[in-house]
Nanobody, 118 residues
């Protein structure tokens, strides 16, 4: 059974930090590109960060560049999103997404809420 389970969300103050985790099971994690998406109320889901299957290549959206980083540990089947200096505009539900390197399959996590507020 395929599962992507996000954790680490919650309330964080502007300028603080938060680390999201997504642990995968039921598929060969190291064969998948991993991504974080987010969706704010009333807005479309948008890509935040992407990491290659090996972890050697990463990309983050311009809106979070310099503040968020993505990393993975293939031995632990886990991908992370480190959120530093979050802003109110970063509030939303954060989703983990797995895409097989040959695009043959993909999976979504259930999402975790992040609220940035003082």
């Amino acid at each position: 059974q395929v599962q992507l389970v996000e954790s680490g969300g919650g309330l964080v103050q502007p300028g603080g930090s938060l680390r999201l985790s997504c642990t995968a099971s039921g598929f060969t994690f190291s064969n998948y590109i991993m991504r974080w998406f987010r969706q704010a109320p009333g807005k479309e889901r948008e890509s935040v960060a992407t990491i290659s299957a090996s972890g050697g290549s990463t990309n983050v959206a311009d809106s979070v560049k310099g503040r968020f980083t993505i990393a993975r540990d293939n031995a632990k089947n886990t991908v992370y999103l480190q959120m530093n200096s979050p802003k109110a505009g970063d509030t939303g539900i954060y989703y983990c997404y797995a895409q097989r390197i040959d695009f043959a399959n993909n999976f979504w996590g259930q999402g975790t809420q992040v609220t940035v507020s003082s």
